[in-house]
T-cell receptor, first 115, second 110 residues
Framework: KAGVTQTPRYLIKTRGQQVTLSCSPI?????VSWYQQTPGQGLQFLFE???????NKGNFPGRFSGRQFSNSRSEMNVSTLELGDSALYLC??????????????FGPGTRLTVT | GQSLEQPSEVTAVEGAIVQINCTYQ??????LSWYQQHDGGAPTFLSY????GLEETGRFSSFLSRSDSYGYLLLQELQMKDSASYFC???????????FGSGTQLTVLP
């Protein structure tokens, strides 16, 4: 079974620009979660989608948004980029049931650098 | 809110046993997970405890005490490849999301 894939793997953007990151979950997984990882803040939850609906949202500004498609693929968008948005963005998929959400499968991440 | 505390760094030698502790404060607790992340890699799931007690998976074991809001990951027969960051995470059942601790950097020395 193929793992979680994320594209692109690396991205350099300028302050004020916007960016879209893509994630394809493991086949059959309906839940996709997004995390931001930085050296100072660790792994922070952004949001989770299940069957095209956002079920949970972390404490991030509205510049961070996402969506999920009918095939469970997900995208996240960051508008008006700030230097502090430089981070590794990780996508994780799981079956989505309450009993399985503890076991998430992570993709390799997208390394975003904002200059 | 939720908070998890774990040591920032642990160092041990090959063949030794190391324990990484995690204490948490959270409401709606459903279980405690452990993840491993090598430098430049993605976090990978190691273990999960929903009930009190010890769960063993090969060289790795995880323990949970719900009454003490405490858990630990035990790594036995350490190998160089175990050098990585280890994260505890609480599973908030109603929210179906994971909240991660800040991670423990384990260094295994020869």
């Amino acid at each position: 079974k193929a793992g979680v894939t994320q594209t692109p793997r690396y991205l350099i953007k300028t302050r004020g620009q916007q960016v879209t990151l893509s994630c394809s979950p493991i086949s059959g997984h309906r839940s996709v979660s997004w995390y931001q990882q930085t050296p100072g803040q660790g792994l922070q939850f952004l949001f989770e989608y299940f069957s095209e609906t956002q079920r949970n949202k972390g404490n991030f500004p509205g510049r961070f948004s996402g969506r999920q498609f009918s095939n469970s693929r997900s995208e996240m968008n960051v508008s008006t980029l700030e230097l502090g948005d430089s981070a590794l963005y990780l996508c994780a998929s799981s079956a989505g049931d309450r009993g399985t959400s503890y076991e998430q499968y992570f993709g390799p991440g997208t390394r975003l650098t904002v200059t | 809110g939720q908070s998890l505390e774990q040591p920032s760094e642990v160092t041990a030698v090959e063949g030794a046993i190391v324990q990484i502790n995690c204490t948490y404060q959270t409401s709606g607790f459903y279980g405690l997970s452990w993840y491993q992340q090598h430098d430049g890699g993605a976090p990978t799931f190691l273990s999960y405890n929903a009930l009190d007690g010890l769960e063993e998976t090969g060289r790795f074991s995880s323990f949970l005490s719900r009454s003490d809001s405490y858990g630990y990951l035990l790594l036995q027969e350490l190998q160089m490849k175990d050098s990585a960051s280890y994260f505890c995470a609480v599973n908030l059942g109603s929210a179906r999301q994971l909240t991660f601790g800040s991670g423990t950097q384990l260094t295994v020395l020869p």
